[in-house]
């Protein structure tokens, strides 16, 4: 009989704490970022760089050929569902920023949409239709490459087009290996994995007698006997 209880308890205990951890280790998923590298898989290696940036910061991500985008959308929404809808970021370069739209559409579809998309110079897709998600698109319209992106039918989401004509010393094989774009990047995807903190309790005024109720927003409390009114 004793056993039994101190088994009981032990059980108790055990699913308190797994209940205690659980939104704490929610709380920490920051999701995953997924870049394409674009032509033959070799001329995107800035895809690489800004993995590893985004690896040292804590958030998780990876490097992709761009063919792999439907294969890609299909895992990416099951990880996601896995781990409490985490948030989605694809990053692709030339061939891979048009698999990255592609991508998007796809995960709308099945219903995870990506939370942010980055293309760097697409080539081809320069509409996203079905989709959802905040799209920035980093191109230039005088390097015989790069594309602006417009919404076509179904397009539920935000798009920025930034194109970056003025700077020289950028071009369609390098833009995506700019230090300075990597860091808007990063800001970026920080503003979208991050866990938001909760908002702090408000504190207790120790002079307010106990049962007195708070001040509702946008009134005035009532001036005290004897003080200026």
């Not at 939370?115 to 191109?139: C, E, H, M, R, W």
């Not at 950028?170 to 909760?198: A, C, G, M, W, Y």
């Amino acid at each position: 009989m004793k056993s039994g209880l101190r088994f009981a308890k032990a059980l108790l205990a055990a699913l308190v704490l797994l209940c205690a951890a659980y939104p704490a280790a929610a709380q920490q998923n920051r999701g995953h970022v997924y870049l394409l590298r674009g032509l033959a898989n070799v001329f995107s290696l800035g895809m690489d760089d800004l993995a590893n940036k985004l690896n040292a910061r804590g958030i998780p991500a990876s490097v992709h050929e761009y063919g792999q985008w439907a294969s890609l959308a299909d895992a990416a929404a099951a990880e996601s569902r896995a781990h409490g809808n985490a948030p989605i970021v694809i990053v692709g370069h030339s061939l891979g920023a048009d698999a990255a739209v592609e991508m998007a559409e796809r995960l709308t579809a099945l219903g995870t949409p990506a939370k942010l998309i980055v293309t760097f110079d697409p080539v081809g897709v320069t509409q996203v239709s079905a989709a959802s998600g905040y799209f920035v698109n980093y191109y230039q319209s005088n390097n015989g490459y790069g594309k602006r992106l417009t919404a076509g039918a179904g397009f539920r989401g935000n798009i920025v087009n930034r194109n970056l004509n003025a700077i020289g010393n950028i071009d369609h094989f390098n833009i995506e290996k700019s230090p300075r774009l990597h860091e808007e990047v990063i800001t970026q995807v920080r503003s979208v994995t991050t866990p938001k903190p909760k908002p702090k309790p408000k504190p207790v005024d120790p002079a307010a007698p106990a049962g007195t109720p708070a001040t509702a927003p946008g009134t005035q409390a009532a001036a005290k006997p004897g003080a200026p009114g």
